[in-house]
């Protein structure tokens, strides 16, 4: 796999495009309904405005004698409510995906991966879907933050290895979403089930290509964004046959992403341990400077090694992760991540966290952190 190019849907034919609209509007309707459904209580949303206050939602019907314990954000993209019983119902806004530059979501899925990218032309991109509901639902948790946002479309899905907590929420993804290009690592996943069901499901879908970028690749995700492949298994590849535990080999394998856009970077690094960083460290050097790290491996002892760090030396660190046997984060690697100057956000504690890049004629400092939903609504699982 080369360079991977060119805007997917204005590459297709405007037969195609009705037909998808018409796939579209169901798999969104679809999808609302079934988050509708598994919420435990609903109140009627009352569309909120960006020019509301606090005050003025908490006195309007239906919203009357409710407790409004966070806030709008600052773009009135959404906002969280409690109810006196402590139920928190969340109200999306007005949805300004793609108008204010290049938003990242660093989603609280529970134990797992799920990063959500809002792109400056309207186009966006999940890396990872998350794990499965833990309490049996079929609906996993990215669907919850996805009906939020208004999501009837996924652009570029990235699945960075083929483990559960990464792979799991993307099934009702692609059950439920007109998903255009699906970008995959090569490796089986011989120590668990339902990676080879999500690959099924991408290349069933219509219109989606599955691609699997080398490293060195650039993948054209929208103007003015430049997305840069560091680590990936483009080959095919079988964990059993290697040595090392199959677990390590599949973290291994598992795309490295650096997103820039407006001055601003983004690491991702899915599940990679030291080993894999140490060659990142001395095959990249200082081009993995970037001011916000995806923390590898949930905060594991294993992953975001000093050597490593010393080169990225994030600003923010963003560590998602839920209740775990694994001991994930480490207080080692938090340590490694605050001796570099990182801010470190964790997910159980945060909820999801957003970080925002403004458009930038500068090529500046448009950057901000935005808190888009308190702790205990897309958290706590
Ligand atoms: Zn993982």
């Known amino acids: 796999m080369d360079t991977v190019s060119s805007p997917i849907f204005l590459a297709e034919g405007e037969g195609a495009d009705m037909r998808d609209m018409a796939t579209d509007g169901r798999k969104a309707w679809v999808a609302s309904l079934a988050v509708l459904l598994g919420m435990s ?6 569309r909120a405005r960006a020019s509301d206050t606090l005050e ?7 919203l009357a004698g409710l407790s409004v314990s966070s806030f709008l954000g600052p773009d009135g993209r959404g906002m969280v409510i409690s109810r006196s019983d402590s139920v928190e119902v969340f109200l999306p806004g007005p949805g300004t995906a793609g108008a204010a530059g290049l938003s990242v979501f660093f989603v609280s899925v529970g134990q797992g991966d799920a990063e959500y990218i809002e792109l400056p032309d309207g186009r966006n991109a999940l890396i990872d879907g998350g794990p499965a509901d833990s309490s049996g639902s079929a609906i996993p948790p990215i669907a919850k933050f996805l009906a939020g946002r208004g999501v009837t479309k996924i652009d570029h899905v990235v699945l ?4 559960a907590d990464h792979y799991a929420g993307l099934g009702y993804v692609f059950d439920n979403f007109q998903v255009g290009r ?8 011989s120590g668990a089930t339902g990676d080879d069901l999500v690959r099924q499901k991408a290349a069933a879908e219509p ?4 691609v699997h970028p080398a490293p060195g690749d650039s993948l054209d995700w929208a103007p003015g964004v430049a997305v840069r492949v560091l680590n990936s298994c483009p080959e095919p590849s079988r964990s059993s046959d290697v040595e090392m535990g199959a677990s390590e080999v599949i973290n291994n394998c598992s795309i490295v992403l650096k997103v820039v856009y407006g001055g601003s970077s983004v690491l991702f690094t899915g599940d990679v341990q030291d ?42 660190a963003y560590i998602e992760v839920g209740r775990n046997s694994y001991g994930h984060p480490a207080e080692t690697a938090v340590a490694r991540l605050q001796a570099v100057g990182a801010s470190v956000r964790r997910t159980d504690r945060d909820g999801t966290q957003e970080y925002a890049v403004a458009p930038s004629t500068q090529g500046g400092d448009g950057a901000t952190e935005v808190p888009v939903a308190a702790a205990g609504f897309f958290a706590g699982r």
């Open 56 to 62: 003025s939602l908490a006195s309007r019907d239906p």
């Open 207 to 210: 219109g989606c290509a599955s």
């Open 160 to 163: 960075t290895h083929p483990h």
């Open 41 to 46: 209580a609903w109140t009627l949303p009352t």
């Open 275 to 316: 080993d894999v960083e140490a060659r990142l460290a001395s095959e990249y050097g200082d081009e993995l400077r970037a001011d916000v790290l995806k923390v590898g491996h949930h905060g594991s002892k294993h992953s975001s090694s000093a050597a490593f760090l010393d080169k990225v030396r994030p600003d923010l």
């Open 182 to 189: 699906f970008y995959d690592t090569r490796i089986d996943n």
